[in-house]
């Protein structure tokens, strides 16, 4: 029964097309989380779908659909009591005997500061041996992303925040918060002495929203600022990784916030996937939801040159099994990527988009009275919802001839 369907699976997926060789996939910085091959469809309404898998499973799977890079938080591959032990360092080798030997590179890690019971009042509580025992573990992922040849280490503060209001100063708990980040920075510093390696990129990630109700750093832009409080022994170790859904969840333009973090020079790594304003947070898979945002988010990416990683930050729907995990979620959810990446190339490249685009630049002239502005510009104006226009075409691929006829 289960193998007809998975026949079937396979079957549809090869008649879809318009899927890229695991080589062409492999030539864009894409990493594949460890969390979220291995996510089980569980939420707080939702008992888990599907069965758990390991680490082992998830790199050899990366590896034969050519997702390049691998990401991790600490606690998906080592249990919280076996972290800051012995044992841990067996765990890691094992981690980057996997990696090599499927060659896979990992290029992020993160502290899970969210999930176990420690974390109750945040990494960044009251209690100071709480914030100790947080520091360490921040220090620690340093040492283990150096020791796996990562560049980036990611801060998802999930539960800096609070459900019920009063208890939480928030300044000082941004302050606590601050020395946190610091630790992590000095023990990078140390560690990529020794190591002869350069330091990490270190990226603060923001939601509006989840698990708490409250959240103190909301937004990228409020991470931005927080970048620059003075709070920081070392802002230039410090940028951001937005995760697309999460600027959208507050109602942001994703692609004016990601501009504004281009502007400050700390656009260091991007977690893609999709969804809808002002809901929760349900990861969908990238282009599923808005492909002609994405299509214009990855037109000002391109235009600005963003080498950095595109993580795929997303949520295998729970109706979709481990072997679709595979097969379809994210070999699909890469050529998404890889042809609006493509597609935004097209439209960079459009002479049509170009012409207008200078046109508009260039201005109507006019001068001296409003009016005369106003005027000399009318009819250029139009030019912007044709720009939007040939956007949709390039998404559609209009602009290569493709019709509907009747
Ligand atoms: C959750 C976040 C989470 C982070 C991860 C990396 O909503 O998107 O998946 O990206 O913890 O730090
Ligand atoms: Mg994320
Ligand atoms: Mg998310």
Known sequence: MSENQRAL???????????????VRRRYFISGPQWAAAYQGQALFHAPTREPITYHDVICQYARIGIGYWTTHDTDVIPTETLLTDRQWEIVNDIKRTLDQHGLKCSMVTTETFFHPVWA????????????????????????GHHLG????????????????????????LCWFAEGLNTACEADIETARQKNRPTLKHCLEAKPFEPQAEILLPTTDAMLAFISSGLLTHPEMVGVN??????????AAPRAALARALLAGKLWHFDINDG??????????VGLVNPLDWLNVLVLLRSHDYNGPFNLDFKPPRTTSNYGVFQVSFPTAV???????????????????KEATETLKAGGGGKGAVGDLVAANRELLTLHELIAHRLFQILIGQHRGRRYSL
Request: with cysteine; aromatic share 10%.
């Open 335 to 353: 050529d998404r990527f890889i042809t609006l990446w493509e597609m935004a190339g097209e439209a960079l490249a459009d002479p049509i988009m």
């Open 276 to 285: 809808y304003r002002l809901k929760h947070d349900v990861d969908v898979a």
């Open 121 to 144: 009042a945040s990494a960044a509580a009251e209690a100071p041996e709480i914030r100790a025992y947080a520091a360490q573990r921040l220090a620690n992922t340093v040492r283990i």
């Open 242 to 251: 937005p995760e697309y859904l999460h600027e959208l969840m507050w109602g």
């Open 150 to 173: 990562a560049q980036f280490a990611v801060y998802w503060p999930g539960t800096l925040g609070y459900l019920v209001q009063g208890a939480v100063e928030e300044t000082q708990t």
């Open 9 to 23: 699976i396979d079957r549809l997926t090869a008649a879809c097309g318009g899927s890229y060789l695991p080589e």
